[in-house]
C-alpha cells in the first residue's frame, strides 16, 4: 500500500471532501434496508471528526442520470448517519452551488456535512472539469474511502484530485488494497478462487487473470452449466451462454494443459422452477433431465470443494453458488460461506468480493468471521483482473507526498 491515508494526517481545522460509498438499498419508505457501506465509511469519519476536522461527504445513490429524482435524494441517509455517529449531520440539498457553500462556510470543527447525490448532475459521471472544479473548491483536503467506485472516472473519483495538494485513501479503501493487492501480488499459498454465478461472460477476464495465480480455481453457480455444456453433458433447462461453450472449452483446456487444478461441479440440485415450493431433486453434474434447471451445488459438490481447500493459505471467492435468495437452492452458498469462516479461523486469508457473496454472508451471520468482505463488486472484480482503477491511480503516492 503505497498511497497516502487518512493515517498520515491530522484534519484540524481542515474541510475534507470524503468520497463515500453510501449507494444503499432503500425500502418503498425510503428507509435503508441494509447499512453496511454506510458502517465501512465510519472509521474514517471518525478520524477526521476527532482531529477537529470538518467532513463534508459526497456520495451517489442509484442511477437517477443526471437529473434529480426525489426517491434518490441522500437525505435518509443524512439521518441514519446522524444516529451511526451520534451527532447531527447536516444536508445540503446539492452537492455545488451557493447552497453547499453557505453551509461548508457555517461549519465549525468536528462538524459532518452530507452532500445530495452527486449523479443528480450529469457532469459527475462524465468527469467534466469544471464540475469536478466546483466540488473541490468546497474543501482543503480529499479523501476516497469509496472503493466500489474507484473503477470509474468520474468527476468525485479522479476529476478532483487535480485541485488538491493531496488526494488521501480512507481506511475502508486502504483495506480494500491491503487484501485484494495481497491476493493478486503476494497471497499465501496455497491460493485458491472460488467463482460462482450467472454467467461466465461477466468473469471471463478475471478467470483468466487469476488462471495465472491460483493453485486451484473451483467453479460454481449457474456458468457451469455453460462448462458442462462444453464437456458434452446434458443440461436440461440450465442457464447457458451459447456463445460461450467454445470459451469455456479453451478455459477447460488451458487448466489441462497448467498447474492449476479446475473443479467444477460433481452434483446439481435441480427443479423445474426457482419457487420457494419448488420439489427438488440431487442428480450427478452429467445427468440433469430434460425439463429441469441446476439451482445449486448438491451435496457431494460442498464435500468436494471442502477437501479441495482444505488447507489454503488464500481463498478469494466472487459469486453465489446457486440462487441463494430462494431457500430451496440456498444449501451451497451457504455451506461454502461456513466453510471459509472455519478457513478463516484456521489462519486462512479469506476474501469475498462482489455483492451477492458479500450478502450471502450477511445472511449466513458470518461477516464477522472472514478476514475481508469487499464493498466493491465491479471494482473487486477489475483488480482481481489485474487493471488499473482509476480511482485509486489518482491517489497520491507516498513518495511524492508532502505529509503534514
Not at 466546483?134 to 476516497?144: G, R, T
Not at 467506485?149 to 479522479?158: D, G, I
Not at 477489475?382 to 505529509?403: M, Y
Request: some cysteine; overall charge negative.
Amino acid at each position: 500500500m503505497n498511497k497516502v491515508t487518512v493515517s498520515d494526517l491530522d484534519f484540524r481545522g481542515r474541510r475534507v471532501l470524503v468520497r463515500v460509498d453510501f449507494n444503499v438499498p432503500l425500502d418503498a419508505n425510503r428507509n435503508i434496508t441494509d447499512d453496511r457501506r454506510i458502517r465501512g465509511a465510519l472509521p474514517t469519519i471518525r478520524k477526521i471528526l476527532d482531529d477537529g476536522g470538518r467532513v463534508i461527504a459526497c456520495s451517489h445513490l442509484g442511477r437517477p442520470k443526471g437529473k434529480p429524482v426525489p426517491e434518490m435524494s441522500l437525505e435518509p441517509v443524512a439521518r441514519h448517519l446522524t444516529q451511526l455517529l451520534g451527532q447531527q449531520v447536516q444536508f445540503a440539498e446539492d452537492c455545488i452551488g451557493p447552497e453547499a457553500a453557505n453551509l461548508v462556510q457555517r461549519m465549525s470543527d468536528g462538524d459532518c456535512l452530507l452532500l445530495e447525490n452527486l449523479r443528480f448532475h450529469a457532469e459527475e459521471t462524465q468527469n467534466d472539469p469544471e464540475f469536478a472544479r466546483k466540488l473541490a473548491s468546497l474543501a482543503d483536503i480529499y479523501v476516497n474511502d469509496a472503493f466500489g467506485t474507484a473503477h470509474r472516472a468520474h468527476a468525485s473519483t479522479v476529476g478532483v484530485t487535480a485541485h488538491f495538494d493531496q488526494a488521501l485513501a480512507g481506511y475502508l479503501m486502504e483495506k480494500e488494497l491491503k487484501y485484494l493487492g495481497q491476493a493478486v501480488s503476494d497471497p499465501k499459498r496455497p491460493f485458491a478462487a472460488v467463482l460462482g454465478g450467472a454467467k461466465i461472460s461477466g468473469k471471463i477476464d478475471v478467470i483468466k487473470s487469476l488462471m495465472q495465480k491460483v493453485d486451484k480455481l473451483l467453479i460454481g453457480g449457474g456458468m457451469t452449466f455453460t462448462f458442462g455444456k462444453a464437456l458434452g453433458y446434458p443440461i436440461g433447462d440450465s442457464l447457458l451462454e451459447e456463445d460461450k461453450v467454445d470459451l469455456a472449452r479453451e478455459i477447460l483446456e488451458g487448466a489441462r494443459t497448467s498447474s492449476v487444478e479446475l473443479l467444477l461441479p460433481a452434483d446439481a440440485v435441480v427443479a423445474a422452477d426457482i419457487a420457494e415450493a419448488a420439489q427438488t431433486e440431487v442428480v450427478a453434474i452429467d445427468k440433469i433431465p430434460d425439463g429441469m434447471k441446476g439451482l445449486d451445488i448438491g451435496p457431494a459438490t460442498i464435500k468436494r470443494f471442502s477437501e479441495a481447500l482444505a488447507g489454503a493459505g488464500t481463498v478469494v471467492w466472487n459469486g453465489p453458488m446457486g440462487v441463494f435468495e430462494c431457500e430451496p437452492f440456498a444449501k451451497g452458498t451457504m455451506a461454502m460461506a461456513d466453510l471459509l469462516a472455519r478457513l478463516t479461523d484456521e489462519g486462512c486469508v479469506t476474501v469475498v468480493g462482489g455483492g451477492d457473496s458479500a450478502a450471502a454472508v450477511a445472511k449466513a451471520g458470518l461477516e464477522n468471521r472472514l478476514s475481508h468482505i469487499s464493498t466493491g463488486g465491479g471494482a473487486s472484480l477489475e483488480f482481481l483482473e489485474g487493471k488499473q482503477l482509476p480511482g485509486v491511480a489518482a491517489l497520491t503516492d507516498k513518495s511524492t507526498a508532502r505529509v503534514g
